[in-house]
Nanobody, 127 residues
Framework: QVQLVESGGGLVQPGDSLRLSCVAS????????MGWFRQAPGKEREFVTA????????YYADSVKDRFTISRENAKNTVYLQMNSLKPEDTAVYYC????????????????????WGQGTQVTVSS
């Protein structure tokens, strides 16, 4: 069992940066690929980014590519989401996820791929 706790959300202005953190419980964190999804009010949940166990492979949604960066620090059981050049359309609840399986180009962006989900942290981008 893995528990995920996100932090770092808040209210920022367009163009600002924000870094989200997700701390995982359990000693097997370094065996799980991790990801971030988000859900805006009135919209479906959507994939944001994911990272392999080693951190050597990452995946991004087109809408955040070149603005967001995912990374992980296995020694601290933590995955990060660095968000730069934030836009109002980035406003959403951001969820940290983990999977017991492996990621591939066929499944990395599907919610059903991930076994564990955090409670979410709100990010609001507004002037």
């Amino acid at each position: 069992q893995v528990q995920l706790v996100e932090s770092g959300g808040g209210l920022v202005q367009p163009g600002d940066s924000l870094r989200l953190s997700c701390v995982a419980s359990g000693r097997t964190f370094n065996k799980y690929p991790m990801g971030w999804f988000r859900q805006a009010p009135g919209k479906e949940r959507e994939f944001v980014t994911a990272i392999s166990v080693s951190g050597g492979r990452t995946y991004y949604a087109d809408s955040v590519k070149d603005r967001f960066t995912i990374s992980r620090e296995n020694a601290k059981n933590t995955v990060y989401l660095q968000m730069n050049s934030l836009k109002p359309e980035d406003t959403a609840v951001y969820y940290c996820t983990a999977t017991e399986g492996s990621l591939s180009y066929y499944n990395y962006n599907r919610g059903r791929t991930y076994n564990y989900w955090g409670q979410g942290t709100q990010v609001t981008v507004s002037s």
